[in-house]
């Protein structure tokens, strides 16, 4: 059946090839950069005749989506087309003049989730500075948000926590495409690049990845279906605490748990809090890798029931407070990352990685000292409602 949405490749092979005529390219994509027909964006703009691709660019998960999160990934010729490829996620995070000489513009194809902790926002934030500091032209093809662009969650990022995992002043969940973000960042945070947002066709606002009629790839590991981009919003948080978000098992963000948690007390808690559009069962998992491996975990899974009502912050949080208040003394915030190998990565100059992934240390504060997750919800509201005015003006799907 023929897509109800053209991605943003699609619509440049369609009618647009002309951007990158008599240019030399350079592609910054993944796994995720693929047409309709699920052909690689590399692989397609390599045999084009009209195009000069002339080097890759990787994020993190690598080039084609083999790494776990958290490695460190370095050079390569990529086995397909025989062009180089340079990481964005090791030494380097910004394309350096050495990466790019010779290029006259990046072109840029990710699939995002729709949540700030994703590091490939960052990866477009960096090479957009990279492309205006060095006088290349930089065109983005854009895709859908997945998990819509009418909802807008959770805080705004504090500038001082600024990091990978949410680079810009934007709320968790932001309801923008990556066009959309790229022409905002370029506007209001003066990077002034040459910027060229190649419109999907047929997306609306309201619309979930199901509803676009294209094939889901996974945009990275631990993500594998659109449930799990519907939940991760909120469930990512448990990255920055002692609790398994779920990696290591095959529903990654949808379960949640830890050796020392009984499930069923936590979802007779938490079904008691009535909480828009979500339901939980009480279960056992025993992840592979990552916290708690081989270890036995009570937890509870998410059961989404209703997508446009359910709020996926404000239901992490409540599942934070839930486990503090039924299991004193035992959550603890983490002081660093646990990498793919099992070592830990500090941060310097931030004391606990749930402050960069809530983009304030006020929420970690809070829960605390207590606060209900519906008075944090309140707190952030104003900050929410400066960001939708803010990006008004960039929003290209009405």
């Known amino acids: 059946m023929k897509p ?10 369609k009618e647009k090839v002309d951007l990158l005529e008599g240019k030399k390219i350079g592609l910054i994509t993944n796994q995720t950069g693929v ?9 397609v703009l390599h045999k084009h005749p009209k195009v000069n691709l002339t080097r890759l660019f990787g994020p993190e998960h690598g080039i084609r989506g083999d ?30 003049a050495e990466m790019t000489k010779g290029i006259d513009a990046f072109v840029f194809d990710i699939q995002d989730v729709g949540a700030s902790y994703y590091t490939y926002i960052a ?20 895709r859908p948000n997945p998990i819509t662009g009418v909802a807008v969650e959770g805080n705004v990022l504090e500038e001082r926590y600024a990091d990978l995992a949410g680079i810009r002043p934007v709320p968790i969940r932001y309801g923008m495409t990556m066009g959309e973000l790229a022409q905002m960042f370029n506007g209001e945070y003066g990077i002034g690049c040459k910027l060229t947002v190649v419109k999907a066709k047929g997306w609306r606002r309201k619309m979930w990845y199901d509803e676009t009629g294209l094939p889901w790839v996974i945009p990275s590991p631990n993500l594998p279906t659109l449930d799990t981009a519907i939940v991760y919003p909120g469930t990512c948080l448990f990255e920055g605490l002692n609790i398994s978000e779920g990696r290591g098992t095959t529903r990654p963000f949808e379960m949640v748990g830890a050796p020392w ?15 828009p559009g979500v339901s939980f069962r009480g279960l056992y998992f025993t992840p592979v890798f990552g916290k708690s491996a081989g270890e036995v975990c009570g937890g509870v899974q998410l059961h989404v029931h209703d997508r446009r009502k359910f709020k996926p912050i404000l239901t992490g949080l409540n599942m934070v407070k839930a486990i503090m208040d039924l299991f004193p003394g035992k959550l603890q915030f983490k002081k660093g990352w646990t990498r793919a190998d099992s070592s830990e990565e500090t941060l310097p100059g931030v004391g606990y990685s749930f402050d960069l992934l809530a983009g304030t240390a006020t929420i970690r504060e809070q829960l605390l000292s207590g606060v209900e997750p519906e008075e944090m919800e309140k707190g952030w509201s104003q900050g929410l409602r400066a960001f939708q005015m803010r990006r008004r003006k960039y929003l290209i799907y009405q």
């Open 123 to 142: 990866t477009m934030n960096k090479s957009m500075e990279a492309a205006a500091e060095q006088d290349k032209e930089f065109i983005l093809l854009d």
């Open 261 to 275: 948690i009984d499930g069923f007390k936590l979802r007779e808690r938490l079904t008691s809090r009535r909480l």
């Open 35 to 43: 047409t309709s027909s699920l052909e690689s964006t590399a692989d």
């Open 67 to 96: 790494a776990q999160d958290l490695v460190k990934i370095g050079a390569s010729t990529d086995a397909r087309t025989g062009l180089p490829v340079f990481s964005l996620y090791g030494d380097d995070i910004k394309p350096n």
């Open 4 to 13: 109800r949405v053209q991605s943003g490749i699609d619509v440049l092979l």
